[in-house]
């Protein structure tokens, strides 16, 4: 059975920058991979956010257990944007980047540069 993934973080002290901490996705107040790090639990981020996750173990069980699939490593792509469908206008060279989790046609966006709403892409 896979657990709930309710958040990301870190164990250790707030305000303390730990370089060996890892982040961890959390489940039921511990990390899903099953470690149990001293410290108190630092929030980083709602649900299992795979980007920010760097441990290993914790990114496969949510693979396994939870995405099904691997993600779609993110990755970038450059193009125009003509007619956007945000604002109308155009962007030239603007940079989209790879969805975590790609459902769809659609596997980059990027922040119209006019009003900051996502512009989703699909590669032909
Ligand atoms: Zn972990
Ligand atoms: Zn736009």
């Known amino acids: 059975m896979s657990k ?6 870190w164990y250790g002290v707030a305000g303390k920058e730990n370089r060996r901490a890892k982040v961890h996705m959390v489940s039921e107040g511990g990390p899903v991979c099953g470690a149990r790090p001293a410290g108190e639990y630092q929030w980083c981020s ?6 920010y996750t760097d441990c290993e173990l ?6 396994k257990q939870v995405a ?3 993600p779609v490593v993110p990755k970038q792509v450059i193009t ?3 007619n956007c469908a945000r604002c109308g206008g155009i ?3 603007l940079s ?3 969805l975590l989790r ?3 046609q659609y596997t980059h966006w990027a922040p119209c540069p006019d009003n900051h709403q996502p512009i989703l892409l699909k590669i032909v």
């Open 4 to 9: 709930q993934i309710t958040s990301t973080g």
């Open 46 to 51: 709602y649900g299992a956010n795979y980007q």
């Open 58 to 63: 914790c990114r496969r069980y949510y693979v």
């Open 68 to 70: 099904g699939e691997m």
């Open 80 to 82: 125009n944007v003509v």
């Open 91 to 93: 962007h030239k060279t």
């Open 96 to 98: 989209f980047r790879g």
């Open 102 to 104: 790609p459902q769809g």
